[in-house]
């Protein structure tokens, strides 16, 4: 999505707690003992003109729990998807399994209803960025490449991730594209430390993508997850290094660049205000992880 703010570094100047006090996390462990060095190192970072999360977007360990129960969902929800996806089958049909199945774990499917949504699933087939509504009238057919993203609430905490799936066998182009946009999540994926930025993150996605001849798209991006199906920051797939936000223990986000064959240029839908296709009809690739930042590197939460 496209629309959120991040916070400036001036944002991070929170008082306390005094350090003999209980951290502001709920650990029940001292300030001291706790947040208080992670928290002075941010400042510092701040102080420096970075842009730095605020308390709200670094989670507790009992919520990262929380997410990471929600994404076991997700990705069982994904791996089903898989074994069923075939030629044949309505994007309408992969939708109804994912709600039935979400329901089974008592969780539900947060795309229903977000915003309007009409359905729990997104289905993206060829040149659809995202935001694919699944329906009745889009019949899979060998050699399409599809999206299926997926995003569960369960006990109040959000995941999403997404995966491709080719139908059959398909051309050595939409192949290639579905390679190098996982490539790119993966190059993403390994750029995930604290104290590095988003923007290095970043920079390893569109770069890995300009080596292999795609593009990688500006306007919509990730986001923040968890307590909210999305949350700050957003997260380009496209600054330089050095740019955007620091990354910091217990930040919890999405890697899902959207990676296309030809042309960074995307329009949406008018008749149904979702779905965004590429300008110039060529095929579009994206996979997607719910990742928290840890001590010294990342866990995917959600796949
Ligand atoms: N994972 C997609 C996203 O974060 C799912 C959107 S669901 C929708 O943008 F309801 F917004 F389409
Ligand atoms: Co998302």
């Not at 050095?242 to 064959?261: K, R, S, Y």
Request: glycine content about 10%; charged content about 25%.
């Amino acid at each position: 999505m496209d629309h959120w703010q991040t916070a400036d570094g001036a944002s991070f100047l929170h008082k306390g707690p005094e350090r003999n006090d209980p951290c502001w996390c709920g650990s029940g462990k001292k300030y001291k003992q706790c947040h208080m060095r992670m928290d002075e190192r941010i400042r510092q970072y701040a102080l420096e003109g970075h842009m730095v999360p605020d308390r709200s977007m670094i989670k507790t360990a009992a919520q990262i729990e929380g997410i990471r129960e929600s994404g076991k969902i997700n990705t069982a929800l994904l791996d089903l998807v898989a074994e069923r996806i075939h030629a044949g089958m309505t994007t309408e049909e992969i939708d109804r399994l994912v709600e039935e199945k979400t329901r089974a774990f008592g969780a539900v499917p947060a795309p229903l209803g977000y915003e309007g949504f009409p359905k729990s699933s997104c289905t993206s087939i060829n040149d659809q960025v995202c935001h694919g509504i699944p329906s009745e009238k889009d019949i899979l057919k060998e050699g399409d490449i599809v999206n299926v993203d997926l995003s569960t609430i369960y006990r109040g905490y959000f995941s999403d991730s997404s995966r491709m799936f080719i139908i059959g066998k398909t051309t050595p182009e939409k192949d290639r594209l579905v390679r190098v946009a996982r490539e790119c999540m993966e190059a993403g994926i390994a750029q995930v430390k604290p104290w590095q930025f988003l923007g290095d993150m970043a920079d390893a996605v569109n770069r890995h993508a300009k080596e292999n001849g795609c593009s990688v798209v500006v306007d919509v991006g990730g986001h923040g997850v968890g307590l909210e199906f999305h949350e700050e920051p957003f997260v380009s797939y496209v600054a330089p290094k050095g740019t955007e936000m620091l990354m910091v223990p217990g930040m919890v986000f999405t890697i899902e660049p959207m990676v296309n064959a030809g042309t960074a240029e995307i329009c949406i839908d008018d008749e149904n205000g979702w779905t965004i296709y590429t300008m110039d009809g060529k095929p579009s690739a994206q996979w997607e992880v719910t990742v928290a930042v840890t001590e010294d590197g990342c866990e995917i939460l959600a796949w």
